[in-house]
């Protein structure tokens, strides 16, 4: 039999110092529930993503507070656009998907209640079931929504900000900055292709959006985020209070983790996170790898 983590009432004590100092981040836990929705709307925001407005009865009871706060988004079967989407059931506590599921990650860009929508940016691309449904999105579709399973609210009084993403961390940018009181002094550094990738950024006093395009060079494959963060990082005053947040390609994270690492910055500054992976469909960006 085992013994959940924590649960356990051993003899061994624990020092103050060995203690992991709390965590900023607020969490709150969320009944996890599985929608079918209608895309409302669909709007081209660049050449690579487009915004898909879901609704519909089912979203009732939805909840999301934070800027990265995330869904599980199921689709309907590859090819065939207009079938109702394969959701998953609970079966003795556990989430069960259907055999020839397909579903991905993605954050919730925002969530109007007073509307009754719920709105996500998605890449378009023609390398994977996701891409392809979002390149022929219209009205009137359904695709399946589980999640959030928990809604986080980061730091909102650090007078500094550093924010690292590529095209995967551009829907938790924008909610970021339309979240952020005025203030503090933001730095935005986002990798995308090229200039035709560049999404509008919300207007926010203090601001500072640095694009880097990496032209023909494979989504992953380069340094230009790393070197922006690590630049940026020797810029900031000594006596600043900072949150960094990054989001982008696993291996490009962990370049970033070590370039901060090295910086000196307090680990409680910082949440980092590999939202996906080179070469590995529906990557698990709570893995250890995607947390590393």
Known sequence: MSSIAGAGTGSSATSPSDVAPASPVRRTKLPLVARRLEVLRVEDLSASMRRVALGGPELAGFRSDGPTDHAKVWFPPDGRPDDAPLLPSEVDGAWVAPDGATCRDYSIRTFDPGAGEV???????????????????????????????????????????????????????QSWLEQLPAGPRVRVLAEVGGTADEVPVPEHPGVEVTWLHRGTAEPGTTTLLPDAVRDALTELPDDATVWLWA??????????????????????????????????????????DGQA
């Open 247 to 288: 989001a982008a390609e696993a291996t490009v994270v962990r370049a970033i983790r070590g370039h901060v690492t090295r910086s000196g910055l307090d680990k409680r500054s910082c949440s980092m996170t590999g939202y996906w992976r080179l070469g590995v469909a529906n990557f698990d960006h709570k893995s250890e």
């Open 119 to 173: 709105v996500l940016d998605m890449a378009v691309h023609a390398h994977g079931p996701a891409g392809r449904w979002a390149a022929q999105a219209r009205p009137g579709q359904q695709l399946g929504l589980l999640g959030p399973k928990t809604t986080k609210t980061p730091p909102m009084d650090r007078d500094r900000y550093v924010f690292a993403v590529d095209e995967t961390g551009l829907p938790g940018l």
